[in-house]
């Protein structure tokens, strides 16, 4: 079984449109963080949380919001989608005081 | 800016051969750096990582270096094997605790059978 799941793993939306893309985690971590992944650009924060009442932006949090609703969920919300924000979503958890942090599958999200 | 670099976009090497994949970056407060290696449709994964006090880490057909003087650390993969075609990135962690990795923008290995 997968300790941390996205879904969904794909999505088409429309400019304009609000999405919602979920992270779930099985391995305890109280830190979890969204990130993007464009060609050419590795992976960039947009946001990042150490607890459920612990929320921070990343590099690139503008046109995102995000919501904490349990220590093993982390949810990240596109208000009104545009097309650069087509890209790869990852999520990602960690435990406190530990250097690695673990990764999800993946959202592909395209934004026409 | 780009705090830490990838400048080879691809490497392909001969199986059995070794890998040499280098990271490059700029902030001298970076203080832990790893490795992920990513499949196509998975996340990335952990591979190897390396503390700024030491200047090499080793697990099994995986080594880093780090050459802190150089702000320079490299992956070397031997023998490298086809199920290690993926694409690497380097992260660092700057000083305190919060957690924020900074990636570079990744190598396309490509090992040759």
């Known amino acids: 079984d997968a300790d941390v799941t996205q879904t969904p793993r794909n999505r088409i939306t429309k400019t304009g449109k609000r999405i919602m893309l979920e992270c779930s985690q099985t391995?305890?971590?109280?830190?979890m963080y969204w990130y993007r992944q464009d060609p050419g650009l590795g992976l960039r924060l947009i946001y990042y949380s150490f607890d459920v009442k612990d929320i921070n932006k990343g590099e690139i949090s503008d046109g995102y919001s995000v919501s904490r609703q349990a220590q093993a969920k982390f949810s990240l919300s596109l208000e009104s989608a545009i097309p650069n924000q087509t890209a790869l979503y990852f999520c990602?958890?960690?435990?406190?005081?530990?250097?690695?942090?673990?990764f999800g599958p993946g959202t592909r999200l395209l934004v026409l | 800016d780009q705090q830490v670099k990838q400048n080879s976009p691809s490497l392909s090497v001969q199986e059995g051969r070794i890998s040499i994949l280098n990271c490059d970056y700029t902030?001298?407060?970076?203080?832990?750096f790893l490795w992920y290696k990513k499949y196509p449709a998975e996340g990335p994964t952990f591979l190897i990582s390396i503390s700024s006090i030491k200047d090499k880490n080793e697990d099994g057909r995986f080594t880093v270096f780090l050459n802190k003087s150089a702000k320079h650390l490299s992956l070397h993969i031997v023998p490298s094997q086809p199920g290690d075609s993926a694409v690497y990135f380097c992260a660092a962690y700057g000083s305190g605790n919060t957690g924020k990795l900074i990636f570079g923008q990744g190598t396309t290995l490509q090992v040759k059978p």
């Open positions: 990602a958890t960690r435990r406190a005081g530990g250097e690695t942090q673990y």
């Open positions: 902030n001298s407060m970076f203080d832990y």
């Open positions: 391995k305890g971590h109280d830190r």
